[in-house]
């Protein structure tokens, strides 16, 4: 292991952007954390004003994500990465001084959650295109694995730094963390030795879009992932934003226990980041989606309301499950997916896979209210369960090999 990462580091950008994710996502772990509960702190917050907060950064993101997608292919994508990451930064300073100012409202913070998703949307797929810049072809797995354990590292220093912080000195100074380690990431990524390739700009917008559609339709096994994580991201994303926090709903120790799950999740994913850096997988989207489908057992863990020892390692499970996903998808894409158009087809895989998690949001929190947060729980857990079983019934799916 040491080896491969002596080798990592020998490619040039490598060490620094791989440093600013860890930044970036210990900020990443405390945000959700101060998000919800700072909602939730605000005069006659209910579920809905939950739900509203959270779908807002959701909305501009998918509506903007296409064409994000063209400006990463055009544009120099370290640039935009770190320009979105700087200015996003701002927004969210705003949103934490507003709380620690006893100014904030929900409408306030949509507001702030719908223009960082417009920035989202050009961050997200520039930066599923950094990488291929960086490292050769055969190093991606490697390379995807090593990005993976220091992002989910700085998560969970900042989940559990979160959970403290929220419940001694209030969400404000959360969002505050969040915002300088943007900036302070955004800043790193800006300076990334990477010289972008001249693309021609001349056919147009329409021309590019029309282009990586083609690319993204043309492969059978990439159409029957996003639809089958369109429901399981509207399932999950209901979870993690609106359900998990309404079911740790005390102020006092709320956010310290699902701090605790959401940590669980990273450590999760911290050792499936370990695992897959050193194993060769044959098939990687029949494994992954296996694990996807055993995943719902932390929804279910919460569903049942079994002991917080018990969600959490149900949680632990489900990182590694998504980890092992997140490195064996982003690889897949990145070997069979032409460079030049492959922030495009990123772009279309992000706008299907979380086309209706938005919805899943906004209706969770009155779902919650109306039928009782287990229930839902329980659905979102079985929906997960089936349409990581659907996705496995596509050939392609599951004999895909990145040799």
């Known amino acids: 292991m040491l080896a491969q990462l002596q080798d990592l580091r020998s490619h040039k950008g490598f060490s620094s952007l791989a440093i600013s994710r860890f930044i970036s996502n210990v ?64 927004l969210a300073a705003v949103s934490a001084i507003s709380l620690i100012a006893g100014f904030s409202s929900t409408w306030l913070l949509a507001l702030m959650g719908g223009l960082f998703g417009i920035l989202n949307a050009i961050w997200w797929p520039a ?36 959970g403290i912080l929220v419940s001694n000195v209030g969400a404000g100074w959360g969002l505050l963390v969040d915002a300088i380690s943007f900036f302070i990431a955004g800043a790193i990524v800006w300076n990334l030795p990477i010289i972008g390739k001249i693309k021609d700009k001349s056919p147009g917008i329409i021309h590019d879009l029309a282009v990586g559609w083609k690319e993204f339709i043309s492969r059978s096994w990439v159409i029957a992932m996003v639809v089958s994580f369109a429901l399981i991201n509207m399932a999950f994303e209901s979870m993690l934003s609106v359900l998990g926090p309404l079911n740790f709903s005390d102020p006092v120790t709320g956010p310290k226990q699902w701090s605790y799950n959401l940590a669980g999740l990273s450590v999760g994913m911290l050792i499936g980041g370990i695992w897959v850096l ?119 799916v599951r004999n895909l090999r990145n040799d």
């Open 278 to 396: 050193k194993v060769k997988i044959g098939r990687p989207l029949y494994l992954a989606m296996v694990l996807i489908a055993l995943s719902a057992v932390w929804d279910y863990a919460l569903a049942f309301d079994l002991p917080i020892s018990f969600s959490v390692l149900a949680a632990i499970f489900s990182g590694i499950s998504l980890e092992v996903f997140m490195v064996t998808w982003n690889t897949s894409l990145q070997s069979h997916v032409p460079e030049e158009s492959y922030s495009r087809v990123s772009s279309y895989d992000t706008l299907g896979s979380f086309g209706i998690a938005p919805l899943g949001i906004v209706i969770a929190g009155p779902l919650a209210m109306h039928f009782g947060v287990n229930t839902i729980l329980f659905i979102t857990g079985t929906t997960t369960l089936i349409a990581s079983i659907a996705s496995l019934l596509v050939p392609s």
């Open 27 to 90: 900020g990443n772990g405390v945000s959700p954390i101060a998000l919800a509960y700072g909602v939730l702190s605000l005069p006659n917050a209910t579920g809905r004003d939950l739900s509203i907060v959270m779908a807002a950064r959701f909305v501009p993101l998918l509506a903007f994500m296409l064409f994000g997608g063209v400006i990463a292919d055009r544009f120099q994508r370290n640039r935009l990465v770190g320009g979105s990451d700087m200015l996003g930064s701002f």
């Open 127 to 162: 930066m599923s295109g950094v990488l291929p810049e960086i490292l050769p072809k055969e190093k991606l797995q490697e390379g995807n694995a090593v990005i993976g354990l220091l992002t989910n590292f700085g998560y969970i220093v900042g989940t559990l730094g979160g």
